[in-house]
Structures are given as structure tokens and as C-alpha cells.
DNA sequence: CGACAGAGCTGACATTTGTCACCGGGGTGC
DNA sequence: GCACCCCGGTGACAAATGTCAGCTCTGTCG
């Protein structure tokens, strides 16, 4: 949104800590669906000298179309997003824009996203319940090529392990997700609706859950829907 | 969107609207459960010379308890908080905190919500897609004894209606709602499973679902969980 | 080449479920 | 007092679902 006036001299040793002997701040893309905090996380951005945000996005294309425009430096998005999630748009960034890292923010981290984001080449993955200095500096860290996933999520993605579903159980089971009754399911991925049934019932029984409903569930919590 | 740091003096016509003769800013309680969240929220309305937040609460009862202490003149609670909502706090505040208006600030903004809020006593209700301008404009309006909802909310929550389950219905339907079978159901709830079957079937044809799991889904839009 | 795993399908079977009809008790309101 | 609605329950029946065994392709890997 906006950036005090503040002196366009070297950021003068205020709480910025500049890196040694390089002025220049870090050149920051926003990409957040809610208008509320993606005001709220400029604002608290630019109370950093050494940070400033340069474009700011509220759709995937928009954010990826602004990282091709304005080559930011970190591009910080957030994971559910309308048209492209974050995931998707960390990814084009890298093949398109060679100079660009990416981090990820998010309300609801679950393991399997922490794992699509990493090999998505995403660079910081960490929920909003961080304190504004983690933010802050995982932002630099990022930017100087370091790495940064939040400890607790990352214990939660090893103990988790990947997700047990093969493709196949996987694409009926995302369909399974609204309570849509099999012969619908069949009928919309093409399948006998013995197959459909098969699949599920062997996707449940691999979480353990009863039926392919708590099935469902349980793969939401670990983001592997 | 900013109000430029300015001098401190009486808020000089500027931006600031402080009402006739009072330079006393408004002191606002700010409880969300999201740390980054609750201080880019902190930051963007220290940007405002005529609001302060005087507390922050990451919880439910601790805003409540903060609210004892502090008598705060405007509580902005997220819905969704560990412990107790959003809605229960407001409810609380009204009862026991009286000069001290509430309003809802929230993501996931479902027109029961807006309903239950509203009769809990609480005077804005505003989803986080807003502009930082409305937020502010809120808090002042809201301190000044006037309401706010948002339009979109407004008209999605009229058209919406009410719920349309019996109280029973509702809790058969909650615990339902993990994908539990109804044997489960019946055990936890205390009741014959047959009644739970009566229960589910009434609840589903009530909302045009073909299963409970549909059923559960359309509530969870509504927001009548 | 042969073993193996996953995709896709079928049929049979027991269980779970949704649906309906119907019962009684306890409020609430006309 | 009576109608009405919600709560709680039972029984019966049909449909949907879960479970299991077994079948054919296809690709991959040693």
C-alpha cells in the first residue's frame, strides 16, 4: 500500500539490519487473496528498512503475471488462492523468473502441502501463527539463498510420511469429497462404479477409516486430498 | 489506505476524523489467533492517529479476560479462535464489559454466523476481504453506536434464511459431519440408532441432499453447523 | 523373458444406509 | 381441550455401500 516518506538516503541503521555494504532493500511481491491482510502484511513489512514491497497480487494469474512485470526478488504467496494457488504460481515463477525466490504463508498448513511446495521449489514454507521478526527474517534468509520451513511443520511432514493413496485412488477420492454417491463418481471419471468402489474401499482401509467418508477426512487433515 | 505519520498535534483536518473535541483515540481490544495476522493488524491500525490497540489476545478467554481488565472501547474478535469463538466472546463482553462494542472480523464469513453474531449483541460483522479504509471506518462507526455489516454478507445471509434444522437435528448433524457411521453417532449422542437414521434422513431432505455427507456439506456452507 | 504392480473390470455377499409408516410423550398456542 | 410440532423410538423394506475373490491388460524392472 503505501511507503512512509522516510529518508531515500542508506536505511540509517534503524531495525533494518542492512547487510554489509548493500543499501539496496529487498524488493517484495505480495500475493494474498484478502484485501485485509495483504494491506495489514505490507504495512507491517515496510516497517522494515531493509524490506520493501514492490507489487502486490490477489489472484495467482495476477501475482504471476506482476513476478514476470516487476522481477522481485522473494515473492511471498499465500497457498489457497482464487485461479492458481500458491503452489502452482511458486512454480511457473521458477521456470520463468530465473532471479525470483519463492515462500509460501498460509492459514492452514498441512504435510502434503509442505512436500508439494518443496519440490516445487519453494524456498520458505511457514503458517501465519509465526511472529512478524520470523517473517521478516525468513524473508532475508530466503533471499540469500537460504532455506526455511517452520519446525513444527516439518515435524509433522516426516512423521506423516507421503500420501499412501495411488493416483488413481487419489482422483476418486477428491471426487468422493462432497458426498457425491458412487454412481456420480463413476459417471464422472468414466469408471464402473464397481471399480469406483473398489478404489475406495481400499483407499479407507489404507488410512483406516470405516468408510470413504472419514477416508476423506483424514486425507484433508494431511493434505492429501 | 495510510494516514501519514503527521504532526501529533490536534489531529489537523487531515485524515484523521476525530470527532468534535475529542483527541482521545479510540482504544481497541484486538483478539486473533494468528500471530503474523494479529500484528500486521496491529501495525495497519497504529497507521490511524485516532485508533490505538491497547490489548491483543490470541485466544478466546484471554480476550475475555482482557476485556475485563482493560475496558477496551472496541473488541475485534476473529470468529474462529482456540477456546471459545468469537461469537461467545462478544456474547460475554456484552454481559459483562458494558462499555465496550464488539465486532466480528473473519475469513470465512457464512451468513448463519452473520445471524448467530448479530443476535450476540455484536455492532460490525466484516469479512477480510475488506479494504483497511472499511476496517477503520468500522472501528469508528462501531464506536460511535452505529452497525456495519457487510453488503455481500447482508444479502447472502437474507437470502440464505434461517437454518432450517430443529436443535436436534443440528446435533446429530454435527457429529455426523467427520464421517462417522451412525452406530457411532448413536452411542456418543445417547440415542437409538434408528432415531439418528430418522434424524439424519429429515435433515438431508430438508436441504435437498440424497446423503447425510451431502447433507453435512451444505450445512457447512450456510454456516449452520 | 518372467515377475510384479497398478489400472480397470466383474460378480457375489453381508452390512450399512435411507425411507417410510407408525407409535407415544411433552410442550405451546389457539 | 385440541391441534400442532419436536423429541424419541420401533419395525420393515429397498437401495447404496463395503468387502472379498478373481479376472485381463499394461508397463517396468531385474
Redesign the interface.
Known amino acids: 500500500?503505501?511507503r512512509?516518506?522516510g529518508p531515500p538516503g542508506p536505511a540509517a541503521g534503524g531495525g533494518g539490519r542492512a547487510e554489509a555494504g548493500s543499501p539496496e532493500p529487498i524488493r517484495i511481491l505480495l500475493a494474498e487473496?484478502?484485501?485485509?491482510?495483504r494491506?495489514?502484511?505490507t504495512?507491517?513489512l515496510g516497517?522494515h528498512d531493509d524490506l520493501v514491497v514492490i507489487g502486490e497480487a490477489a489472484t495467482g494469474t495476477q501475482a504471476l503475471s506482476l513476478a514476470r512485470a516487476l522481477r522481485p526478488d522473494v515473492a511471498m504467496l499465500d497457498l489457497q488462492m482464487p485461479e492458481l494457488d500458491g503452489i502452482a504460481v511458486a512454480e511457473a515463477i521458477r521456470a520463468e523468473v530465473p532471479g525470483c525466490q519463492t515462500m509460501i504463508?498460509t492459514?492452514h498448513g498441512r504435510p502434503g502441502h509442505l512436500k508439494r511446495a518443496l519440490s516445487a521449489g519453494v524456498r520458505g514454507f511457514l503458517?501465519?501463527?509465526?511472529?512478524?521478526e520470523v517473517?521478516a527474517d525468513v524473508v532475508r534468509s530466503v533471499h540469500g539463498g537460504g532455506r526455511y520451513v517452520d519446525p513444527q511443520l516439518a515435524a509433522e511432514a516426516i512423521s506423516a510420511g507421503d500420501s499412501p493413496f495411488t493416483p488413481r485412488e487419489a482422483d476418486v477420492l477428491e471426487l468422493a469429497a462432497?458426498?457425491?454417491?458412487i454412481e456420480e463418481i463413476a459417471q464422472r471419471i468414466s469408471l464402473s462404479p464397481g471399480t469406483v468402489r473398489n478404489y475406495l474401499s481400499a483407499a479407507a482401509g489404507k488410512v483406516g477409516?470405516?468408510?470413504?467418508?472419514?477416508?476423506?477426512?483424514i486425507a484433508r487433515r494431511y493434505g492429501w486430498l
Open positions: 500500500m503505501t512512509r516518506p487473496d484478502e484485501h485485509l491482510i494491506g495489514a502484511l504495512a507491517l516497517l504463508v492459514s503458517p501465519k501463527t509465526v511472529s512478524a517473517l462432497d458426498g457425491a454417491p477409516a470405516a468408510n470413504r467418508h472419514e477416508a476423506v477426512a
